[in-house]
């Protein structure tokens, strides 16, 4: 198992995590899993600004979608 994940592995987790909250009738179930969607975003950002400054560790491709990190989110 390795330890670093691409960028767009991190952004899969919190699409699903949003999906499963659409699909929550619990408040506190779909919190909780909208409060994990943004952990994983979190560390999506964390990742991009991490390759950007040191791109020697991509991982190929580090983007599912369009074969580069997804812009800064703010």
Do not use: V
């Amino acid at each position: 198992m390795r330890a670093m994940r691409k960028a767009s592995e991190y952004r899969k987790h919190a699409e699903e995590c949003r999906e499963l909250a659409r699909r929550m009738k619990s408040p506190e179930h779909r919190d909780q899993l909208l409060e994990m969607a943004s952990h994983w975003e979190r560390m999506e950002q964390e990742r991009i600004t991490f390759i950007g400054s040191y791109p020697e560790f991509a991982l190929e491709p580090e983007s599912d979608n369009d074969g580069g990190p997804r812009p800064k989110l703010n």
